[in-house]
């Protein structure tokens, strides 16, 4: 790990500075963008979920109250007008492997005609799901920590694969898409919704990572890996996701998605199962004047064979997210937000292991300079789970809270 973190520290201090102006966008020009993030918290006394306790935020009491969090860069080559290919690199402390790979794709993005567009791409990426995570890094811009939704999507959920978006501008009644997705290697998702339950986190699974699995819950049905890959191909067949959204300009935009991973949970590739999951998601986003509206909700379920039959885990969650530009009120380079969200679990073998909750979520971010950005947040989680108990929580009632203050040096 010693050098992860040197390979990070350097990254990091690429970023000191005014950042890098891009390359001209021409073909062969490459633009390189990133940052180092640093940041002061006080975090719960649980053991964070990364290290296997049952606590729902990034840190926990292993974690100290100064952290070097991580650094970020992107590369994108343009190779003509309509192609690029882009890649997202991460370097950690928490990563076993020091430096990984979020993101590694090609684009195809010709110039519309007439009313149409259309674009391809084919790589690793995020499905076109979230509308909350849509900043450098697949970061949100309105606080430190994305929603439920969006926490697990960034740890479970890639694209590996090629996806099509294909877009109509009706004119007076605002912008159509459809998005449709061929997808592999993504087999294990739905075990952290079963076994971990919800969580909050910016901390999306890198592509040659693994993660690790609650020691209660490895305990408690008898596992026998406390880790788990997230991105391999386990049964040979082909997921997917579609989806359908609606945009106009003063309104807002409408979105739908199913995903479904068609895995088989009765096949095992050596330690690891595949997980059958599937679910809807639905969104919303609307802006008036300085203020930004979305909502999101996904309800879905996974099911994991076993010598007994099938276990069905079902999950479902939604999210309110507030933002307010505070340049209205006279507070130029200032934004206010604030989230609400709730979640749920359910699973048809043991009861301990099923959770209620809900969050709040307040950020004051300041960018008064393109090199650097200020944020403050406070998360207070309030969550119901027998199986706290067995990880050593006082009761199954749990209240949380987490407080960061983030430095982005942008470069």
Request: one cysteine or more; proline letters at 4%.
């Amino acid at each position: 790990m010693g050098k992860g973190i040197r390979i990070a520290l350097f990254l990091a201090a690429l970023c000191v500075g005014q950042r890098v102006p891009a390359f001209a966008q021409s073909e062969g020009a490459l633009t390189v963008s990133g940052y180092g993030d640093f940041r002061a918290l006080t975090s719960p006394s649980e053991t964070a979920w990364l290290n296997g306790g049952l606590s729902k935020f990034r840190y926990g009491n292993n974690d100290g109250n100064f952290r070097f969090a991580e650094a970020v860069a992107q590369g994108d080559l343009r190779l003509g007008d309509d192609f690029s290919v882009v890649a997202l690199a991460r370097a950690e402390p928490e990563q076993r492997i020091g430096l990984d790979l979020l993101e590694g794709y090609v684009s195809w993005h010709p110039a519309a005609a007439g009313p149409w567009s259309w674009s391809i791409k084919t790589g690793a990426f995020f499905p076109t799901i979230s509308l909350e995570n849509d900043d450098l890094g697949w970061t949100s811009p309105y606080t430190l920590t994305p929603s439920a939704i969006n926490s697990w999507i960034g740890e479970e959920l890639r694209t590996i694969g090629s996806e099509g978006i294909v877009r109509y501008d009706s004119g007076g009644f605002g912008s159509f898409s459809f998005t449709g997705a061929i997808t592999c290697c993504n087999d294990p998702a739905g075990v952290l919704i079963a076994d971990r339950g919800w969580a909050m986190d910016d901390r999306p699974s890198g592509l040659f990572s693994d993660l690790r699995l609650p020691e209660a819950t490895v305990k408690l049905f008898h596992l026998g890996d406390d880790r788990t890959p997230m991105f391999v191909e386990i049964d040979g067949t082909p997921g997917w996701y579609a989806g359908l959204g609606w945009q106009m300009a003063g309104i807002g935009k409408l979105t739908v998605v199913r995903y479904d991973n068609e895995g088989d949970p009765y096949r095992r590739s050596g330690a690891y199962s595949a997980w059958d999951t599937r679910f809807w998601s639905y969104g919303a986003r609307t802006s008036w004047n300085d203020l930004v509206l979305i909502a999101q909700g996904l309800q879905g379920q996974t099911v994991i064979g076993t010598s007994f039959g099938s276990s069905y885990t079902f999950f479902q969650s939604a999210f309110l997210l507030a933002s307010y530009d505070l340049e209205g009120i006279g507070l130029e380079d200032w934004r206010a937000s604030m989230r609400g969200d709730v979640f749920q679990t359910r699973h048809s073998g043991s009861s301990l292991t099923n959770e209620d909750g809900r969050a709040g979520t307040l950020a004051l971010s300041w960018q008064g300079v393109d090199w650097l950005r200020v944020t403050g947040e406070w998360i207070l989680m309030q969550s119901r789970k027998n199986e706290y108990v067995l990880a050593g929580f006082a009761s199954p009632q749990a209240s949380q809270q987490e407080l960061q203050l983030s430095a982005k040096i942008f470069f």
